[in-house]
């Protein structure tokens, strides 16, 4: 099994710049792919970025790309997302998630998750 713990949301005004951490635990060698998700309530959850465990391959959501940059610390077992120019319409809750088969560039059969951290941006 997999823990996953993220941290770093808050609020910050359009335009502004903020850093999530998912903190990863347990069988970590099973961690083929890692991502991130956010949702608003009342609609469905999407994919924003992820990342290949052993290539470094990434993957952005189209709405996401040349804002966020996704990265991970294999020696912290720790996943980022670096979000700049942030915009009112990235609002959502954030969550860490992993996939523990490839390949990864896929938005489905992530069956780990955190609980969720919070942005919020105002215009």
Avoid: H
Avoid at 15 to 39: E, K, P, V
Avoid at 70 to 94: F, H
């Amino acid at each position: 099994r997999v823990q996953l713990v993220e941290s770093g949301g808050g609020s910050v005004q359009a335009g502004g710049s903020l850093r999530l951490s998912c903190a990863a635990s347990g069988d970590t060698r099973s961690m083929y792919c890692m991502a991130w998700f956010r949702q608003v309530p009342g609609e469905q959850r999407e994919g924003v970025a992820s990342i290949s465990n052993n290539f470094g391959s990434t993957y952005y959501a189209d709405s996401v790309k040349g804002r966020f940059t996704v990265s991970l610390d294999n020696t912290k077992n720790t996943l980022y997302l670096q979000m700049n120019s942030l915009k009112p319409e990235d609002t959502a809750m954030y969550y860490c998630a992993v996939r523990t088969a490839y390949p990864c560039g896929t938005w489905a059969g992530f069956g780990y998750w955190g609980q969720g951290t919070q942005v919020t941006v105002s215009s």
